[in-house]
């Protein structure tokens, strides 16, 4: 597995505006993979915001099963930085977990987003069953509604998604199923930045 951290700085136009649309950050992403498929290479990814010494930053932490080719983006980047990582878990380990989600319910043939807090609670609850983990404790953060325009026969389909982010403790009780959930990523929307879930061992910042 890789770990894609790409910093873009805020403060240059042409970033702000491939941020500000879901689809052409999605398009930035997979220009590190114009030899595969998102689906062919796993990749994932999540948008974080920072500011470090004044400047207003944007790092996308890109997760794959194949290397990343960032070339294309010289010169456009602050930074960008690739590491080879192992998923390593034993049963009954406790972590620190990050995961940003479109949170939604499907009804009659139609995906509602959901609001309330109690709502978020249980959606993550419900993956305890599959994704091999239990969840001890956690705080969600309703990010709202993100947007985006992608072209298609000719025409432009408005693409609108709502998040919301979850950061917490987990203990792990089927590794196997753990590494499988970290892999492929939880939940829909994989394609514009959700369902990455990146876990870190307790202690570290």
């Not at 491939?18 to 114009?34: K, N, P, S």
């Not at 690739?82 to 620190?96: I, M, P, V, Y």
Request: hydrophobic fraction near 35%.
């Amino acid at each position: 597995m890789y770990l894609s951290e790409v910093k873009l700085d805020l403060f240059d136009r042409g970033n702000m505006k491939t941020l500000a649309d879901i689809y052409r950050t999605h398009q930035l992403v997979m220009t590190g993979f114009r030899a595969s498929s998102r689906q062919e290479s796993c990749v994932l990814y999540r948008v974080e915001h920072s500011i470090r010494n004044e400047t207003a930053l944007a790092t996308i932490l890109v997760q794959s099963t194949t290397k990343p080719d960032w070339s294309e983006l010289e010169g456009t980047t602050l930074q960008v930085q690739t590491k080879e990582f192992n998923l390593d878990f034993s049963a009954n380990q406790r972590l620190r977990f990050r995961l940003l989600i479109n949170p939604v319910v499907t009804r009659n043939g139609k995906r509602w987003g959901l609001i309330r807090d109690e709502a978020l609670h249980d959606w993550l609850r419900k993956k305890e069953n599959t994704i091999g983990a239990t969840f001890e404790s956690f705080t969600v953060i309703d990010e709202g509604y993100f947007s985006g325009n992608k072209q298609r026969n000719g025409k432009q389909d408005k693409i609108i998604i709502k998040k919301a982010r979850f950061e917490g403790i987990l203990r792990t009780v089927e590794p196997n199923a753990l590494r499988t959930a970290v892999k492929v990523g939880i939940g829909p929307a994989k394609a514009f930045g959700c369902g990455l879930l990146s876990l870190a061992r307790l202690g570290r910042p």
